[in-house]
């Protein structure tokens, strides 16, 4: 093992390749809900009213495919209610393959304003306009899928929310839905709620349930394939999508094991030297509890406990105060 004292570099991201090319998602700009970039497709039957959203973050293109490609499938629910949402289409306005990580915003994260201190505060940006527009759609869905992807490339992993905030219920959902192998519960987000924690998701007495797939690298081309399998097999959990629509339409085999990893706690760097003791993709299992994971400053950073996990590892946005690394407990 490299010392930090003997040079050692970050493993920096190398660029990415670009695989992946962002459709051109104007032909759904005027939807049929009054608010833009969103359509219901309504079986006019009883059953739940399901949503889908894409593009939560903007350079998170394989969510955009996958909706994309349903709508031009002439996909029609055979129950209930599907909506689909292209959520932050400001930021995906901005992509730009030269500079990709430019889209993923406009001002703020979509992603941490679904508390209602932030929805119903006084503070404005283009994602809270957004997230305001679309709450009353999020606030009447029964079940959510909410597509992303990841900066590292990293097997697909199921967030299911929080530990004893309804993170059970979305793992025992995601069990069901059957993709990917690896389901996450978390400890949520210090800068503000996520979607799939807001309100009755985060209940665990409600049954309206909440699941986020991060399909895998941003950019690369299994992604959008992800991305549409995993849609495909939640949409006929739901009830909505008929077997015989969803089955010939599937491209992933599922895993015999989906392993539930729990997260204890973040990593969170002071300094910007904080380094890695070697280069990790994210879901490594480190068999011993004291083994150096990372260095920041004059601090070693440990495992705390044998066969500890390490969840999607990035000094892509370091600086003081990010979390770098989250450690979790596999079952
Ligand atoms: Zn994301």
Redesign the pocket.
Known sequence: MTSPSAGHVNPRPQERAIELSAPDISRHRAGNTGVEYVTRLDSGRPGPAVTVQAL??GN?ICGAIALDWLLRENFRPQAGSLTLVFANIAAYARWDPADPDRSRFVEEDY?RVWGDDAMYGTRDSVELRRARALRPIIDATDYLLDI???HEPCDPIMVCGVVGKGGEKSAAYARRVGVPGHLLMDTGHPAGLRMIERGPFGDPKDSRTAILI?CGQHWEAAAADVAIDTTLRFLELTGIAAPDFVQPRLRVTPPAHQHLITVTEPVVARTREFRFAEYYRGLEVIPKAGTPIGYDGDEVIRTPYDNTVLVMPSVAQLQPGTTVVRLGKIS
């Open positions: 939560t973050h998170e992603n992303h992807s990841m991060e």
